[in-house]
């Protein structure tokens, strides 16, 4: 069965980069090795994953109106801003897009919401929302093909049924999303680059690259090589090192201020920030953002922030105590760190597939949920 | 352009070993590189495409009809008989099954017809019709799919209408044709092992793994590890190389005495021979075995064969009273040989890919043509 799937994987692109091989990464098409995958789909109980999906649309809103608060993202993240240089550059920029009054009037999110399911309380607890570069909507769908397609045949076999795998099209949606928020704009680029299957035209630039080659046309248009651009779409940008120069930053800012569609947007980017999660994890909080009663209850329900430890009963009191010790008289540094409930998921015997071998292990799993937010 | 149609290989499965990988080829899913491929289609003529479509079928009546005529295979191939110790091998396991009046049932085909267009002529003329193993049916679609791709987006900026690529299903159909066969068998197995889309149980052995594990049950089924085989495919044992001891022969002779079906029968296999193919091009031979005079015509007009030495000038005289000279008088060895018209195909400047490089070069192109055939 390890057999079929690896052959599966190479005729079906379930594949990435081999680090091993030198030209790997730097060219496509050449030192290719199948993605690590489990070889079997783990159990997950169907209410707690219906409870996931559910959730999805509420985080999206939710991110959509906070975004929206420009002082109580900088508020938020005031003491976070001293000790991180992202988090510090992306606020300037934002800031500045205050100062100036930029409104976002098209406004997309491609979201993924991480959670584990609780062994002890037996609840869905969020482990972090992604804002930016949310990252496998396109390996996790070929997985579960891959799924159904091993179940189909030794499902018989293993006792599982391929249907009770729950359908994914995540991949999909989020080109689909892309392509909508690109129809969404007046001036669509139209030149023969890369298209994709909504036959966009797409440029692949690096920052430093957007920082030569772009430049804002008076009407707010981005134009890139002459060519106007709809949509950006980051897959960079959300750790320090994407940053090594101001050419980065530059390049950031100009986006930021242009007419393009931003994916994210920067106050998008912030909503996502740990430190804010914990903050909107802070009892009444949503109510500022979100009307309806029954959301704001199934938010709370899986936020595994500092707060829901009042809640929570768990072995870790001692520890607790000296967390927020650190919280309230600790320096900025310690200020800056996030408190969360511990959480105790399900370990399940695994087997995984990685570089063509076969390895049984104990492992336990992320529910990843992804959503898309176009307004 | 190259880019996207590498990053294109690596997402649809065009892709195969990489030899500079140690494990690659022992392991799937390791070690991968994409296919090498011309980055655009190569202009070849419309009629001589439907010429090439129109004798697909009648190219494998021809070779089931020769199929047989046991003494006409045994008797044209007795003088490479004593020279070339494979044909020599499937000789003697075909006269085993002429002494004991072996009838093939259910004959399955899976040939394919190569081709060149010669500039001279302005010809098609077939260089060589494979009856076993077959290559490329699923690549070449894959490659036809990635001309389409680059076409729809760059064929209005390169002046090429994606349209105008004729389809290619050869994969599809091949497997098609294979599910057909086994579906006509009375007992196919049900076995859980590795299964393709048809939900037909499959069993992958070397030539030498079937001498270990296969036996032949009183009823003529050949029995694998205690199941069944409906059809054999053959992905080897057309060259000497594959058959390194007496296992592999002892092997192909017992496949050859079950009642399965094979893909290709020794008497197919014989029949797709060069020595064969030199012998239907000689005059008034395809009468022997095909009525229709129209078929038999626009066979007659592709075979770049010997005999089309008469008509076709060309400017290799004094080379061909010596070949001639070799054939008459010459030794066994030299009359083994296989006298075939020169062919110059037009050569076209080509955009190869290779190992995730592109080079601009002169090429030639084959013409392949995939063809089913069960009865």
């Known amino acids: 069965m390890a057999y079929d799937a690896l052959v599966w994987s190479s005729l079906h692109g379930l594949v990435i980069g081999d680090k091993s091989v030198e030209r790997s990464g730097k060219v496509p098409g050449v030192g290719l090795v199948h993605a690590p995958f489990a070889l079997l789909p783990t159990p997950f109980p169907e209410s707690h994953w219906k409870q996931a999906c559910e959730l999805a649309p509420l985080f999206n809103e939710l991110v959509d109106r906070v975004?929206?608060?420009?002082?109580?993202?900088?508020?938020?993240?005031?003491?976070?801003?001293?000790?991180?240089?992202?988090?510090?550059?992306?606020?300037?920029i934002h800031s500045k897009m205050l100062h100036i009054n930029k409104k976002e009037e098209i406004r997309l999110g491609l979201h993924r919401s991480d959670y584990m399911l609780d062994e002890q309380t037996k609840s869905l607890l969020q482990i972090e929302l992604n804002t930016i570069s949310s990252s496998f909507a396109g390996l996790s769908c070929l997985v579960t093909e891959l799924h159904m397609f091993l179940l189909t045949h030794y499902g018989e076999l293993l006792g599982l049924d391929s249907k009770r795998i729950p359908g994914n099209t995540a991949g999909i949606k989020y080109v689909e999303a892309l392509a909508k928020a690109w129809h969404e704009c007046d001036n669509p680029s139209y030149f023969p680059q890369l298209y994709n299957t909504h036959l966009v035209a797409t440029i692949q630039k690096t920052l430093a690259e957007i920082d030569r080659d772009g430049k804002l046309l008076p009407d707010g248009t981005l134009s890139v090589d002459g060519q106007a651009v709809a949509v950006i779409y980051f897959r960079a940008g959300y750790t320090p090192i994407d940053y090594p120069s101001e050419s980065e930053w530059r390049a950031r800012l100009l986006m930021e201020q242009s007419s393009s569609v931003k994916c994210p947007s920067i106050s998008y980017h912030l909503a996502g920030t740990k430190k804010i999660q914990q903050e909107l994890a802070?009892?009444?909080?949503?109510?500022?953002?979100?009307?309806?009663?029954?959301?704001?209850?199934?938010?709370?329900?899986?936020?595994?922030?500092?707060?829901?430890?009042?809640?929570?009963?768990?072995?870790?009191?001692?520890?607790?105590?000296?967390?927020?010790?650190?919280?309230?008289?600790?320096?900025?540094?310690?200020?800056?760190?996030?408190?969360?409930?511990?959480?105790?998921?399900?370990?399940?015997?695994?087997?995984?597939?990685?570089?063509?071998?076969?390895?049984?292990?104990?492992?336990?799993?992320?529910?990843?949920?992804?959503?898309?937010?176009?307004?």
């Open 67 to 92: 975004s929206l608060y420009g002082k109580f993202l900088q508020d938020s993240l005031s003491r976070t801003k001293k000790v991180d240089l992202l988090t510090s550059g992306l606020l300037d």
């Open 282 to 375: 802070k009892p009444n909080l949503l109510e500022r953002f979100l009307d309806n009663k029954d959301d704001i209850a199934k938010l709370w329900k899986c936020f595994a922030g500092f707060p829901r430890r009042e809640g929570g009963g768990n072995n870790i009191y001692g520890m607790r105590e000296t967390l927020i010790r650190l919280q309230k008289e600790g320096n900025e540094e310690d200020a800056a760190y996030i408190l969360m409930q511990r959480i105790f998921p399900t370990v399940n015997s695994t087997v995984l597939m990685r570089e063509g071998c076969c390895r049984k292990d104990q492992a336990i799993s992320d529910l990843v949920i992804f959503g898309a937010y176009l307004t």
